[in-house]
Each structure stands twice: as structure tokens, then as C-alpha cells.
């Protein structure tokens, strides 16, 4: 499986965009690119998803570099309730188990008052 | 509308000690899922249900793990003989339809387990 890599932790001003890094240089043609995010003492909920195209929703962003090696999840104007980890994950429709999702340790995302 | 509930939310228990923990997936949804999280890592895949049929259960760390979902909807996780390194919040998720690679999985808030 291509494995993702992120900062383990990043900071932000409550009210400004926050850009949070995602590498996944050994990704196939085929995998497409998740963030889930994890607020404190809850499940991981859904943000967005892409293949190829910038991809854009009520909730975020979602840059894909041409060469699909890496990935910025955009919060467009972060809010204290967006403190949470944040996970990229890749899935391959080609997998059997492409079902399965594989989190990493993820970016925990500080946000300042 | 409701979302996947998981209970209880906290369980404590007594090394060796039978548990069982519920999901209740949103209506409807076909694939269930259950993960385990560990205190700072990220959630980790047990096992995977289509419909009541169990397709997936290469995560479950032990045969002292056992999960069901005998009518299609609700499942429960049950964990025998319960030892230390169980303690960890385990996950629920449904999918509306098959799970495949662009399905959003939906997560419930997860049971914390305290094994002592």
C-alpha cells in the first residue's frame, strides 16, 4: 500500500487559512486521496476527497500537486472547533480491501484564540 | 438524522472479565466496520461487514475477538478474557453501500475501554 506521510503537529490563529501537508510520493495512478479529521473525544468524521482535481467543499479544500506526490488539505479560515487531527489517507480501487481505511498517526492541529 | 451510536460509551473491566460493545449503524447502511484506537495512534481496522455477512476479519488480534452483525444491522464486538493491552477506544463506521474506494465512512464516538 503507498503510505502517506504528515507533520505530527501544526499551529494556527483562529481566523486565518491553514494549509496542512500531505506526502504520498509512491502513490498509484489509481488511489484516491481522503482526510478525515478526529476532534477530541469523538470518532473521525469525513472532510474531502480527490483523484486528480482540486476538489472544493463547505467544509475545506483539497489541493492535489500535477504530479499527485502530495496534497494540501486548505481551511479557508481556521475556527477553534477545527482543532483536531487530521489524517490523509490513500485507497485503491484496484485493492480488494480498498474498503479498509489506513490511518496514520495524522497532523494535530492547533488552533490559537 | 441519527448517526452510528456506539454503547456504552466507557467500559471499565476486570482483567479476564467477558465484554460486549454495540453498534448501531445509520439505517440502511450496508457496510459495517470496527476499528481500534489505541491512546495516541490512529484508529486501526478489525473487521468488516456486508450486510450480516463478515467479509474482513484479518484485524482482529486475537480469537478472543468475535464480532457479529447477525440481522444486517446491529453489531456487537465481544471481547473474551480481557486482558491489559485490550484498554483502547474501539470504533464503530457504516457505509451506505458496498464500501468501496470513494465511500464515506460515517463514525460513531466510540467505547472506551479500561481493562484493569
Known amino acids: 500500500d503507498a503510505k502517506t506521510t504528515q507533520p505530527n503537529s501544526m499551529e494556527s490563529n483562529e481566523e486565518e487559512p491553514v494549509h496542512l501537508p500531505c506526502n504520498h510520493s509512491?502513490?498509484?495512478?489509481?488511489?484516491?486521496i481522503h482526510w478525515y479529521r478526529q476532534l477530541p473525544s469523538q470518532g473521525p468524521e469525513y472532510v474531502i476527497h480527490g483523484l486528480t482535481s482540486n476538489v472544493n467543499n463547505r467544509m475545506a479544500s483539497l489541493a492535489i500537486a500535477e504530479d499527485r506526490k502530495s496534497s494540501t488539505l486548505i481551511l479557508h479560515r481556521a475556527t477553534l472547533r477545527d482543532a483536531a487531527v487530521y489524517y490523509c489517507?490513500?485507497?485503491?480501487?484496484?485493492?480488494?480491501?480498498?474498503?479498509?481505511?489506513?490511518f496514520g498517526s495524522g497532523t494535530r492541529l492547533l488552533v490559537r484564540p | 438524522g441519527a448517526g452510528v451510536s456506539q454503547s456504552p460509551r466507557y467500559k471499565v473491566a476486570k482483567r479476564g472479565q467477558d465484554v460486549a460493545l454495540r453498534c448501531d449503524p445509520i439505517s440502511g447502511h450496508v457496510s459495517l466496520f470496527w476499528y481500534q484506537q489505541a491512546l495516541g495512534q490512529g484508529p486501526e481496522f478489525l473487521t468488516y461487514?456486508?450486510?450480516?455477512?463478515?467479509?474482513?476479519k484479518s484485524g482482529l488480534p486475537s480469537d478472543r475477538f468475535f464480532a457479529e452483525r447477525p440481522e444486517g444491522s446491529v453489531s456487537t464486538l465481544k471481547i473474551q478474557r480481557t486482558q491489559q493491552e485490550d484498554s483502547a477506544v474501539y470504533l464503530c463506521a457504516s457505509s451506505m453501500l458496498a464500501g468501496g474506494p470513494q465511500e464515506t465512512q460515517y463514525f460513531g464516538p466510540g467505547t472506551r475501554l479500561l481493562v484493569l
Open positions: 489517507i490513500l485507497r485503491d480501487p484496484r485493492m480488494d480491501s480498498s474498503y479498509k481505511l489506513i
Open positions: 461487514f456486508q450486510n450480516e455477512a463478515q467479509l474482513d
Open positions: 509512491t502513490i498509484s495512478g489509481t488511489d484516491y
